[in-house]
């Protein structure tokens, strides 16, 4: 079976400063998988890799088994994969609605249409009023999105990718700057959004990581110096010395 | 049905508007408008809707306009029907917009403007020196009424060719108001806000922008079609970059917020270009004043300023701001009219006549070399406008409280 | 030969020109990340300033040179403190409009108080001589007076800008403003500054030019546009860049206007036969094209060109 996403020796540079070190990494569909490591370890950066925010500088990135070598991520959108970000990144003048029902707009085959309107497809509104419902912003529907809390801009934000029906979901620490209970309702939220699905996330918070997660991978420095089921990496000496070494410097 | 109210209201306003208006010179008005009504969409298409800064955007009329032209002096324009010509007019601009918006389109921002900026520049260059097309100074113009006659009309009366130009208009408007309910339209205003985004939900900003600009294009050759029949001649001031900045003033002045903002802007407009050109050389110079004075403190203009009152209306709200509005708003635009006389009196001091001391100013007669008159004009305008400016606060809570829900009790 | 030279010299005087407009613009567009279209307006009120303090009230040109660009950098400072800043919460868009629309308010304000023609400013007779000849050619006094008047500013902007300490502190606030006002530095003030220094720089462009190339009320647009050119060319932001794309642009200009070549000559060498009739020919305009009469278009040839082909500009470091 094809992985959902296969990681070969991925290299980044930005100078003379190699970020990403090599990574290699297999996901099989349908996985949950998790990627941590201390600040600075390239996470984000490996992120913006996959989703060709940022060209590699070596090595090979699939999706279902397709190279993604040169896709510009709109061509990476359309194979299937979608994801969020770190900071917000929403339409802030458009309403709730209308950042969701354009998130479809793609995958229900409107491409560059200019010839239907999308106020007469019934069957628009509905998957996007679903996606509200899921999501739990119905109330907010006609609102501008700039205007939402926080905690909503986030939730919309995860509305946002997985609209477009991708298989393989990226969220970018879907929780980052939350209080417990947000985090609380933005975990169960993932875990009902993206059942089915293949998800990939990085993540600070070491219960959502918990929660969530089937597998996960300790990223250091560039490199993954472990991956497995959440019991093993948190056995591994190597994770431990990692993880503790770096709480050791930050406290 | 509550959705078609204002489009019925609209046509029903443009067929009987000739009844009230119906001297030559305000049908020629009422034409020129309803085409700056076009012009203005079509470029709001890019800035409003898209976040495209366009410097050139007259190219694209001014195109439209000079090749309308010369189907207009083609010897077969006599089996053409008149009625269709804007419709050439709108591809000519497609498919120049399609080779400059293929290139210029890759970024919005700065790039964009630059290069609208530069390619205006060299179109207006080019007029003067590719004579062949573009006719050079004189320009190129043409006779509408050698077309095909069109069902019996042959478009010699300026009442033929506003009702003709008021029927191209509404089916423009009507159509570009479609396109931003399209899903490309949509994804318009979504790169607009955020290209990044709208790149991982698969779309390509590009593209979006690309067709944007090659619809936006489309209607803007209509508009040039429309000034051919209807002035039947097409100069460098056409297309050169001035006219392309008096767009994008006419489309800010309405409110680039809005869809229908810019046709308040095109109506204003041109009533104050021909009203206000008429009564002093110095309109070029209140325009602009409006215009900083706009986006300083209104950038969401007329259309803006009009939707700034809803939530008042909607709470039943608005009786409380005649109050502020007489002692802060009218005082303020005395002061301004004031403050004008005095300008308008320094410029007849200072460009009329040898001797010539006479003048007339808001149907006053007067002499320029009283002390009286000037000490009217100062005071009107020092009263005024400090009595706006004292009052500014007041109107500024009144208008907070009007706007914003009573606390629960 | 010697019509090269003195080509070289009058390009060499209308690039400087451009480069005091071109640096002024360039410095404000790294600090407020927006092109300011009423830059050359400043110039425009430079040279009027000056007019009407050296020859209107008599006070000779070289209390224009030094009154007049004080006056346009005080307008500047309050330019920006007034209004660019209010506009600018509002965004990159609504402030490029603003810009825009005062170039045409200061245009209109100009023709209210100064009229319509061109007002009779011309070069102080203590400078109106021919100082050198080259072949039959003479050069006046004046041209070189703006060649060193330009060298001086360029000179002393270079050593504020880089030996200062105020100098330091604009550039580290080019880059990072927020870290710069951490640091306890007034970077509103120092913006308000800049901005008022670059227009003041083009009101100095202004004064000088005046003579030179007229002093009218479409000078600022006729030179506005070219002096973009000349940044987005040279590469947003640089400083470098500017003083290259203005000297290229100065000299492509200069030539383009002075060799009438015609480009007959390339129709006939390709084998073709001069109509006999050429105004009923379709090409008549390709048979009648000279150089000068493309000149004024070849500036914005090759803006388009490095936008489509290297938008970074000849040495900038960020697209445009």
């Known amino acids: ?251 | 049905m509550r959705m078609l109210m204002p489009w019925i209201v609209g046509a029903i306003v443009l067929l009987v508007l000739p009844i009230f208006f119906g001297g030559r010179s305000q049908l020629t008005i009422m034409s020129q408008m309803s085409i700056t009504v076009v012009f203005a969409l079509a470029y709001n298409m890019l800035l409003g809707q898209g976040g495209m800064l366009s410097f050139g955007h007259a190219v694209y009329m001014g195109m439209g306009s000079f090749l309308c032209l010369h189907v207009m002096n083609m010897s077969s324009f006599g089996s053409f029907p008149l009625p269709l010509l804007p419709l050439l007019g709108g591809v000519f601009g497609l498919l120049f917009a399609i080779i400059i918006g293929s290139f210029s389109t890759r970024s919005a921002g700065t790039v964009f403007a630059m290069i609208s900026l530069g390619i205006g520049e060299l179109m207006a260059a080019l007029v003067l020196i590719v004579t062949v097309f573009f006719g050079g100074e004189e320009g190129i113009s043409g006779y509408r009424d050698e077309g095909l006659p069109f069902f019996g009309i042959e478009f010699i009366s300026n009442l033929e060719v506003y009702y003709l130009i008021a029927i191209w208009m509404f089916i423009a408007v009507a159509l570009m108001y479609l396109f931003s309910r399209t899903p490309v339209g949509r994804m318009a205003n979504a790169v607009r806000d955020n290209p990044e985004r709208a790149e991982f939900l698969g779309y390509s900003a590009r593209r979006v922008r690309f067709v944007s600009f090659a619809v936006s294009g489309f209607f803007c050759g209509v508009a040039g079609g429309l000034s051919a029949i209807l002035f039947e001649i097409a100069t460098e001031s056409d297309l050169n970059v001035t006219a392309s900045g008096v767009i994008l003033l006419v489309a800010f002045l309405g409110g680039i917020g809005f869809f229908w903002g810019p046709i308040i802007g095109a109506v204003v407009f041109t009533l104050l270009q021909t009203v206000l050109g008429l009564q002093t050389h110095l309109w070029e110079l209140y325009l602009g004043v409006v215009f900083v004075g706009m986006v300083m403190f209104f950038p969401a203009g007329l259309s803006g300023i009009i939707m700034a009152h809803v939530p008042a209306a909607k709470m039943g709200k608005l009786g409380t701001l005649v109050g502020p509005y007489l002692t802060c708003v009218l005082p303020g635009i005395l002061g301004g009219l004031g403050l004008a006389a005095l300008i308008e009196m320094i410029f007849h001091v200072r460009s009329g006549a040898e001797g010539e001391h006479h003048m007339v100013l808001f149907w006053i007669d007067f002499s320029t070399h009283d002390v009286l008159p000037w000490l009217v004009a100062l005071a009107v305008a020092v009263i005024g406008i400090g009595l706006a400016v004292r009052n500014a606060p007041n109107f500024k809570a009144a208008w907070e409280n009007a706007s914003t829900l009573p606390e629960a009790a | 030969m010697d019509l090269f030279f003195v080509n070289i010299i009058d390009g060499l005087v209308f690039g400087l020109l451009l480069f005091m407009l071109s640096s002024g613009l360039t410095l404000i567009f790294s600090m407020m990340g927006v092109l300011n279209f009423a830059h050359a307006s400043f110039y425009m009120l430079g040279a009027y300033f000056a007019y009407q303090i050296s020859t209107v009230l008599g006070l000779g040109f070289l209390a224009g040179l030094i009154v007049a660009p004080i006056i346009v950098g005080i307008a500047g400072a309050g330019i920006e403190r007034y209004g660019l800043r209010r506009v600018h919460q509002y965004g990159h868009v609504p402030e490029l409009i603003f810009t825009f629309g005062l170039a045409l308010l200061v245009q209109e304000v100009v023709k209210l108080f100064w009229g319509q023609n061109q007002v009779p400013y011309a070069e102080p007779a203590w400078l109106d001589f021919a100082l050198f000849n080259i072949g039959e050619n003479s050069i006046e006094a004046y041209k070189v007076f703006m060649i060193l008047i330009s060298m001086l500013i360029f000179g002393g902007l270079l050593y504020i800008l880089t030996k200062t300490r105020i100098g330091m502190i604009i550039q580290a606030a080019l880059s990072y403003p927020k870290t710069v006002e951490a640091l306890g530095h007034n970077v509103p003030m120092v913006f308000m500054g800049v901005f008022g220094v670059g227009t003041a720089l083009a009101g100095v462009a202004g004064v000088i030019a005046g003579p030179a190339l007229g002093t009218f009320p479409g000078m600022a647009f006729t030179l506005g546009s070219i002096v973009f050119v000349t940044i987005v060319v040279g590469g947003l932001g640089s400083l470098w860049g500017a003083l290259a794309a203005s000297l290229l642009i100065g000299w492509i200009t200069t030539f383009a206007a002075a060799y009438n070549f015609e480009f007959k000559t390339i129709l006939l060498a390709l084998g073709m036969e001069e109509p006999a009739l050429i105004w009923d020919s379709k090409l008549r305009d390709l048979w009648t094209l000279t150089l000068p009469q493309i000149g004024p278009i070849l500036p914005y040839v090759l803006m388009v060109a490095i936008l489509v082909f290297r938008p970074q500009g000849l040495m900038g470091k960020r697209e445009a």
């Open chain 1, 1 to 251: 079976m094809t992985s959902a996403l296969e990681l070969i020796n991925l290299r980044k540079s930005f100078g003379q400063t190699e970020i990403i070190r090599g990574v290699d990494l297999s996901i099989a569909p349908g996985e949950r998988h998790a990627i941590i490591g201390p600040n600075g370890a390239g996470k984000s950066t490996l992120f913006n890799l996959i989703t060709g925010r940022f060209p590699q500088t070596a090595g090979v990135v699939e999706l279902n088994g397709q190279n993604l070598a040169g896709k510009a991520p709109f061509e990476i959108n359309r194979l299937g994969l979608s994801r969020s970000f770190q900071i917000t990144n929403i339409f802030p003048k458009m309403t709730v609605f209308e950042n969701v029902r354009c998130s479809l707009l793609w995958s229900r085959g409107y491409q560059y249409s200019f010839w239907n309107l999308v106020s007469n497809s019934q069957e628009l509104t509905e998957a996007a009023d679903a996606i509200l419902e899921q999501i739990n912003l119905t109330s907010r529907r006609n609102l501008p999105a700039g205007v939402l809390s926080y905690a909503e801009q986030r939730a919309l934000e995860i509305g946002i990718t997985i609209a477009g029906g991708a298989n393989v979901i990226m969220l970018d620490e879907p929780t980052a700057g939350m209080s417990h209970s947000e985090t609380d309702y933005i975990t169960d939220l993932i875990m009902k959004v993206t059942e089915g699905k293949t998800l990939i996330m990085v993540e600070h918070d070491m219960g959502v990581v918990f929660g969530l997660a089937d597998k996960i991978s300790v990223l250091v420095y560039g490199e993954i110096i472990a991956t497995g089921a959440p019991e093993e990496v948190r056995a591994n000496p190597r994770v431990q010395e990692a993880y503790l070494g770096a709480a050791m410097e930050a406290h």
